[in-house]
């Protein structure tokens, strides 16, 4: 029996080799243990034992090659190997530099400031910065963020190369950024790209207006280069990343923000205005922008590449390009109603600091014009967030009604006779992904997951500020163990919690065998005989994480969120006199 000693204020735990740690603290340490282990080359990760694959899942990208192999064209295969040829030795320099310069106050510091880099934290705060008018400021930050996150996560299931090995190095994490993979950085691509996106406008505001004093301009540039540092090294520091996860995470949050700055403002004038058609000439109609906007989102989340583990990067993904596209439709729509971002320019009643201020109308009464916009603000929070949340509760409840009996019906129905009429060509089917389950192999509506809230697992896969305490949660279990090569823990789950769904006796056939559409990268399916052990754990009656319909559920759920978080509330808030601007 060892012990581990957690950060100041959370104390210390002691452990055997078991399945988990004991939950203690608010965040989870996982494999610090060591092995002696030179037998393998640098550039492949051996293969689990035969205990491992079947009882234990093994950290996302490290199954034997010959799995990546068999599963992914070789052309993806090729750029894993070549982008993992150094991971062992970025590994070996992580633990090296943990040995030396970790404390329980960097351990402390280092986890809890990771959550500033995450898009959780962001969807918390960016329906305020809509809510208080700062509408252009919003939409950016949205593109932004979004962008990184999708682009950032379509690499990652691209490619399947694991975070650093632990062991060698002790991964410290908060919520369930382990359970995806490791190439590229998304913390260090959303830091760099919220960073250089407020930097425009600090220096418009320096350089341009003269609106900041030359203090101010230096302290604001000087905490942003903090917070990159903060959010990056501490990647490094947490064990989560290799410096070539965060470099090349950073060079993606540098181009989605240099996308934005040449092309963003473009995109709104072009969708709110006329469109003619270069080809015939002719003026098209106003809503050709809108369904232009949707097609690319529907191309996008049927173009994300299929991982060979289960990553929840995708679901990441599709909720994230759904905002945008919700964000643009509804600029779009309350644009040609009249709302456009010329008319949302009233002022909130009341002064927030009228004590200081020396407005006369403020100073006549400054405790109540202060209570008075106090008031406001509080109200606009409640009453904007709890319209999201209703939004989301209700939505993604009468989606998962009603899709999968459409699915069925299209599946049993609708095929069928567009194939007898020679519209489609034999055994077209509803497209699937890999781990998705099609509402022809189960009955009724999506089935509640184990803790009956039908987040799947408990596994909040939809990254909503009302998921934030779920997706906290997920951190909060202590696990140290003797941890083998393989990256998975002996006797444990390598410190990982599983991503559960309900029982199933079709699973077998609904993650191996069910036919998947093409998604553009020419995957290569093995036989069942060939596939290594490593992904044989679908048997009778294991569990089933994800059903068709959450895939449309979270374009709907989250584009109605991008719809009425940046519009409709604003523009809410407006006709009841609440004023937008502070």
């Known amino acids: 029996m060892g012990h581990a000693t957690l950060p100041n204020g959370i104390g210390h735990v002691d452990w055997q080799d078991e399945r988990y740690g004991e939950k203690h603290g608010d965040f989870a340490m996982i494999s610090t243990t060591s092995t002696n282990d030179t ?5 492949t990760v051996p293969s689990p034992t035969s205990e491992d694959s079947d009882d234990h899942p093994v950290d996302p ?16 295969a090729s750029l894993r190997r070549w982008i993992l040829r150094d991971l062992r030795a970025e590994t070996e320099l992580i633990a090296k530099m943990q040995r030396r310069i970790r404390t329980p106050l960097l351990d402390t510091y280092f986890v809890y400031t990771s ?12 329906p305020m910065v809509f809510f208080f008018g700062f509408l252009e400021v919003g939409r950016g930050l949205v593109f932004v963020l979004s962008m990184g996150v999708y682009v950032s996560s379509f690499i990652k299931d691209l490619v399947c190369v694991p ?11 908060m919520g369930s950024h382990h359970l995806e993979y490791g190439f590229l950085s998304t913390h260090s691509t959303n830091s760099v790209s919220i960073a250089l996106f407020l930097y425009t406008y600090l220096h418009s505001a320096y350089f341009g207006s003269d609106g900041i004093s030359g203090l101010t301009y230096l302290l604001s540039c ?3 280069i903090f917070y990159v540092f903060s959010i990056v090294f501490g990647r490094l520091y947490c064990g989560m990343h290799s410096f070539t996860d965060c470099a090349t995470g950073c060079i993606l949050g540098a181009s989605v923000w240099a996308v934005h700055a040449l092309w963003w403002r473009p995109i709104e004038d072009w969708l709110v205005s006329p469109h003619t058609s270069p080809l015939l000439g002719i003026t098209l109609p106003s809503w050709t922008g809108a369904l232009l906007v949707a097609t690319a989102c529907g191309i996008m989340v049927h173009r994300h590449p299929q991982p060979v583990e289960d990553c929840p990067c995708f679901e990441d993904a599709i909720a994230f390009v759904s905002v945008v596209a919700g964000v643009l439709v509804a600029l779009w729509g309350t644009t040609m109603a009249g709302f456009d971002d010329s008319h949302l320019v009233s002022h909130m009643p009341g002064s927030p600091f009228a004590i200081f201020t020396s407005d006369p109308t403020a100073l006549s009464n400054p405790y109540s014009q202060m209570l008075l916009w106090w008031g406001t603000a509080l109200a606009k929070l409640v009453v904007g967030i709890s319209t999201v949340f209703a939004w989301r509760i209700l939505a993604k409840a009468l989606a998962h009604l009603a899709l999968p009996p459409l699915f069925r019906m299209i599946s049993y129905k609708v095929l069928p006779r567009l194939v007898s009429i020679h519209v489609l060509p034999e055994g077209s089917g509803l497209p699937n992904r890999r781990f998705y389950t099609p509402a022809t192999e189960y009955d009724g509506s999506v089935p509640l997951s184990a803790g009956g809230d039908g987040s799947l697992g408990g596994l909040r896969s939809i ?16 696990a140290e163990a003797n941890v083998n090569r393989y990256g998975a823990s002996e006797g444990s789950d390598g410190g990982f919690k599983r991503r559960k769904g309900i029982k199933h006796s079709h699973s077998d056939k609904s993650i191996h065998d069910s036919p998947v559409a093409s998604n553009g ?3 290569k ?5 060939a596939r290594p052990k490593a992904l044989e754990s679908a048997k009778e009656d294991e569990e089933v994480k994800h059903y068709d319909a959450d895939v449309l559920t979270k374009v709907i759920v989250y584009g109605g969120i991008g719809i009425i978080a940046t519009r409709l509330t604003p523009i809410a808030f407006d006709l009841l006199g609440w004023g937008l601007h502070p």
Do not use: K
């Not at 037998?39 to 550039?43: L, R």
């Not at 990208?61 to 993806?76: F, K, L």
């Not at 959550?115 to 960016?126: E, I, Q, R």
């Not at 975070?163 to 994490?173: C, D, G, I, N």
């Open 39 to 43: 037998s393998d080359d640098d550039s």
């Open 61 to 76: 990208g490290t199954a034997p090659d010959e799995v990546y192999d068999r599963i992914m064209s070789p052309w993806r």
């Open 115 to 126: 959550s500033l880099g995450t898009h959780t934290f962001f969807l918390t705060c960016l």
């Open 163 to 173: 975070r650093p090995y632990a062991p060698p190095v002790t991964r410290l994490t």
């Open 222 to 224: 000087s905490f942003l």
């Open 463 to 478: 990254p909503s500020v009302i998921d934030l305490p779920g997706t906290l949660q997920e951190g909060e279990y202590f």
């Open 521 to 523: 990268f020419d995957e």
């Open 525 to 529: 399916r093995s036989q069942e005989s």
